[in-house]
């Protein structure tokens, strides 16, 4: 909150002061909203949406490969009605959160089953979010991007800035998702 | 409707009709909520929630084998509070949905990654459900099993009785439950 407090000192007048203040927060507002500037993850500064555990399921996917993990593509509301209607290019507003966890095989489940040949999530990894900002993320097809781990933003600028150069090349219609509604 | 109204004709007075017509409602009970009784599955007569697509999220698993399945686990509120707060029996009104889709490679992911380990869900196959009702269900822990294609709800009554001896092997202390909650 210092620069909010250096910025409101600076009128000479109560309305010198409230207009300041009014200025500020205005600037402030994207690293205002949701947190402190140290909650955001790097380069598109994303912020961890509260609630997201428990959004709606858009689909679920295997990544096989180095990466192996399981996951889920959850979204907020404005994402689950575009999927689910269809709307493309996606609304500003759209949040879509791919969650994942190590594809494990389940001892449990294969000692009741008979055979291994049961998957389930393991320790998350990491959780990305996709937010659709028109006018924000004007570079980058009306896209920011942010990675968090157990909670924490991940601030690897060069690891960020490969999220959009991959989604460029999904395909167009799609608006660059890559997650189909799964029915 | 017509058992209902026919029921309620037989008595003589308005108590004794407002009687009869509370008993023919109890009595009628499992066969009203939520649909007619040929949109039940067989042997636990369990019919498809409404609007279960949009429960919240339990886990993600993968099926390998024969069933090769990327699956998502859904759950009512009752459910959700259970697994979120640890409460083991889960409690009456449980309601857990096990959506499964065919695990496919998604060639269109293949080609923007550049290799192929990609893998989305596919063609639904069907949804299973766990419905908790302790005195419906008591010669089955409890438990009642229905499975649904397409909506269509499966009638194999040989196919699902086999459902509560393979969730009986799953362990005593999750209730009989093989999923576990992802974070």
């Given at each position: 909150m210092l620069p909010f407090m250096r910025c409101a000192r600076?009128?000479?007048s109560v309305i010198r002061a409230v207009a300041a203040t009014a200025a500020c927060v205005i600037a402030l507002m994207p690293i205002m909203g949701g947190g402190a500037e140290d909650e955001a993850s790097g380069v598109f500064g994303v912020r961890l949406p509260?609630?997201?555990?428990?959004w709606r399921l858009i689909s679920v996917a295997h990544e096989a490969g180095g990466l192996d993990d399981l996951r889920a593509i959850l979204g907020n509301d404005i994402a689950v009605r575009a999927f689910q209607e269809g709307?493309?290019?996606?609304?500003?507003g759209t949040v879509i959160a791919r969650l994942a966890w190590r594809h494990q095989s389940s001892a449990a489940n294969g000692a009741a089953f008979g055979q291994a040949q049961s998957f389930v999530a393991g320790p998350p990894t990491n959780v990305q979010f996709s937010v659709k900002d028109s006018r924000r993320y004007a570079d980058t097809g009306g896209w920011g991007f942010g990675q968090f781990e157990g909670g924490k933003p991940n601030r690897d600028e060069a690891l960020l800035r490969t999220c959009f150069p991959c989604h460029d090349r999904a395909a167009k219609a799609t608006d660059r998702v890559f997650t189909h509604y799964a029915p």
């Open positions: 600076s009128g000479r509260e609630g997201y555990r428990d709307t493309r290019p996606f609304p500003d």
